[in-house]
Nanobody
Framework: QVQLQESGGGSVQSGGSLKLSCATSGLDYSSYCMAWFRQAPGKEREGVASLLRTLFQTSGVTWYADSVKGRFTISQDNATNTLYLQMNSLQPEDTAMYYC????????????????????WGQGTQVTVSS
């Protein structure tokens, strides 16, 4: 059974930083696609960043939404099976519930911006950025 659990959310002022964690279990860690999504009140869930791991790309291949490129970094710790999202230079428009998502099929990363590409989801962690 695949389980994802996010942590690390909180409230920060504009320009601040947060690091989100997603503890995972039950995946076949040789090959997968994982991502961070966010959803603000009244808005659709949007893909923030994605990471592809395969037998040939063990360090991970990453993609980012234009809105976070250069400010957010997605990474993985293979020893603890944890996915991270380092968020710097946070702005009020980054305020949202952030979700970790995973799919065993690495091809899910081909459409990583679409929430329907992922079979497994965490419960979310709230990030609030004040001006």
């Amino acid at each position: 059974q695949v389980q994802l659990q996010e942590s690390g959310g909180g409230s920060v002022q504009s320009g601040g930083s947060l690091k989100l964690s997603c503890a995972t279990s039950g995946l076949d860690y040789s090959s997968y696609c994982m991502a961070w999504f966010r959803q603000a009140p009244g808005k659709e869930r949007e893909g923030v960043a994605s990471l592809l791991r395969t037998l040939f790309q063990t360090s991970g291949v990453t993609w980012y939404a234009d809105s976070v490129k250069g400010r957010f970094t997605i990474s993985q710790d293979n020893a603890t099976n944890t996915l991270y999202l380092q968020m710097n230079s946070l702005q009020p428009e980054d305020t949202a519930m952030y979700y970790c998502a995973a799919d065993q099929n690495p091809w899910a990363c081909g459409k990583w911006r679409e929430s329907g590409s992922f079979a497994y989801w965490g419960q979310g962690t709230q990030v609030t950025v004040s001006s």
